[in-house]
């Protein structure tokens, strides 16, 4: 048998280590995940309720085109119902764009150091890859849009990026998508958007209402706090959902996803707490850092990297040893830096204790005995 040529180098999806494995493999009682930017205050308490009621339907197929939660979620926004279209996750919207615009030999450009799902799924479906790389740890529009042609179909944009934490303003992006051809679609993962709370930070309706070659990407996996339930969306124009809507599987989303979303929605005062101890969580860290004379990079969702000038893998499995996992920017071409999760007060101050013995066992990189 004989595979796609072109997907038979790609590398299987490395997640957040899972605690139980952890907590199996060294033997610990407790331990913190801060790797995989998971709500650590979980969701709404209206979420348990909806999915308990759910039960009573689990042998019945869901509603494929999710009919209330697409009402409720165009309500929310204040577009039309024809704009939303839901994925498991927004993993699967990334996916179903890929699979709807591009086939073999098809352009399509995004940043390094970014989401990895764009690039995997424009690999699967043969596409050139126009790469371009971060300037000053931010995504380069200018050098993005250098590459940008009438042969371009796809582009990319994770606002704030996953994985540095940086964000690009609206003027930045406003005066980028004046200057993209209507023929390329402008994909706009906004999956910590809700996190944001800089007043630079871009306006998605605004822009979508201004080019309708946008699309915006949300999710409820990250401050909604249901990762495991698999559940995002995308907002376009009406034509643009029409034809992602075309390679959409007949029951994508589950009941359950459904019913927790529509739930997780209406309890904005969760959200809401969230943001704010997210950013008081942001502040702590920050300021424990300074104290330890390290620096990071601006943080504008619920995760930061920080550097730390030591090899990240040494790094990583000395935090491990100490129950908490972290990314290794040894992973995401950051050497000697880490990426964490902002986690709950408990959670945050754990880890700096934890960084700190860190910090005192692994050797600092060129500095000399
Ligand atoms: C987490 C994440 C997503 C996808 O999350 P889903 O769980 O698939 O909804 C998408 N984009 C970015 C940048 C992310 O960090």
Same mark, same amino acid.
């Given at each position: ?76 926004? /204040?577009?039309?119902?024809?704009? @939303?279209?839901? =994925?498991? $996750?927004?993993?699967? %919207? !990334?996916?179903? *764009? ?126 909604? /706090?249901?990762?495991?339930?698999? @559940?995002?969306? =995308?907002? $376009?124009?009406?034509? %643009? !959902?029409?034809? *992602? ?125």
């Amino acid at each position: 048998m004989q595979p796609k040529p072109n997907i038979i180098h790609l590398p299987v999806y490395q997640p957040g280590k899972p605690i139980e494995e952890v907590k199996r493999e060294l033997g610990l009682a407790e331990v913190t995940k801060l790797a995989s930017n998971e709500n650590p205050f979980g969701s709404s308490p209206a979420v348990k309720d909806a999915l308990i009621r759910e039960m009573e339907h689990m042998a019945l197929y869901p509603d494929g085109g999710a009919v209330d939660l697409t009402e409720a979620v165009a309500a929310f926004w /204040g577009v039309g119902t024809d704009q @939303i279209i839901f =994925g498991a $996750g927004s993993d699967e %919207v !990334i996916l179903m *764009i890929a699979r709807a615009y591009l086939v073999a030999g098809d352009e399509t450009v995004m940043s390094t150091h970014t989401f990895g799902q764009y690039k995997h799924n424009a690999e699967i479906e043969n596409a050139v890859i126009h790469e371009v790389p971060l300037k000053n740890n931010t995504y380069d529009l200018e050098g993005m849009l250098a590459k940008v042609t009438a042969k371009t179909k796809l582009i990319w944009i994770c606002n704030p990026n996953n994985p540095t934490g940086t964000m690009v303003t609206h003027q930045e992006l406003k005066a980028f998508l004046q200057a993209v051809p209507a023929t390329a679609l402008v994909v706009l993962d906004e999956a910590y958007a809700e996190y944001v709370t800089s007043p630079d930070y871009h306006d998605g309706l605004k822009l979508l209402e201004e080019h309708s070659n946008v699309i915006l990407l949300r999710t409820f996996s990250k401050i909604y /706090g249901l990762a495991s339930m698999r @559940i995002g969306y =995308g907002i $376009g124009h009406p034509d %643009v !959902i029409r034809t *992602i809507n075309l390679v959409r599987e007949p029951f994508n989303t589950t009941r359950f996803a459904q019913v927790a979303a529509q739930a997780a929605l209406s309890d904005q005062a969760f959200v809401e707490e969230c943001r704010e101890r997210n950013r008081e969580g942001l502040q702590f860290l920050t300021g424990e850092f300074s104290r330890l004379g390290l620096t990071w990079l601006p943080a504008y969702g619920n995760f930061i990297m920080v550097e730390l000038n030591r090899p990240a893998g040494q790094v990583f499995d000395s935090l491990l040893k100490k129950g908490y996992i972290i990314r290794g920017g040894h992973k995401l071409d950051f050497p000697t830096m880490i990426r964490i999760t902002v986690g709950s007060r408990e959670q945050n101050e754990g880890f700096i204790s934890a960084l700190e013995r860190t910090l005192a066992e692994v050797q600092e990189v060129g500095r000399p005995l």
